[in-house]
């Protein structure tokens, strides 16, 4: 069993808040300051090692990351919860967790669904790279069609 799935099994088997918030206080997980407070949170493709997309967590998205074992993020645009791939279906199954020495960033290791993070229709959300000239040069494949998939 996966250490998500068996964090989200021990969570749902207890006082949810209770055991976050002794979750956090033991472990020094992600310093949440406030509900409010936003942690960037590195994607990352569990098999490849490719850095995926940069995005953002409160405590409500920690918690129901953990509880599910799926990518939510907090999105500020929209400036609500963001379960990743609602719209698009490229979800991501959260394989592994860690949160770097000051507590204030998250590294989710994941398994991509769908092969693609970016809502551009790339793999990664890093698919342009700047050149020496300071232009800039796509290095990624387009996997879909966002104009086909987020049909407004």
Known sequence: MSYVRSLANTIRNRSHLFFIERIETLTNAPNFKTNEHLLPVV????????????????RAAWDETLASGKAVYYSRSRERLWRKGEE??????????????????????????????????YES?????????????????????PDEVYKK
């Open 43 to 58: 994607a990352q493709d569990i098999a490849t090692g490719k850095v995926l997309m940069l995005a953002y967590m409160n």
């Open 125 to 145: 959300c890093f698919f342009r790279q700047v050149e020496q000239d300071g232009s800039f040069k796509v290095v990624g494949k387009r996997v879909f069609d």
């Open 88 to 121: 698009s279906g490229n979800i991501q199954h959260v394989r592994e967790i860690y949160v770097d020495c000051d507590a204030d960033t998250i590294l989710l290791k994941v398994e991509q669904v769908g092969g693609a993070a970016c809502h551009e229709g």
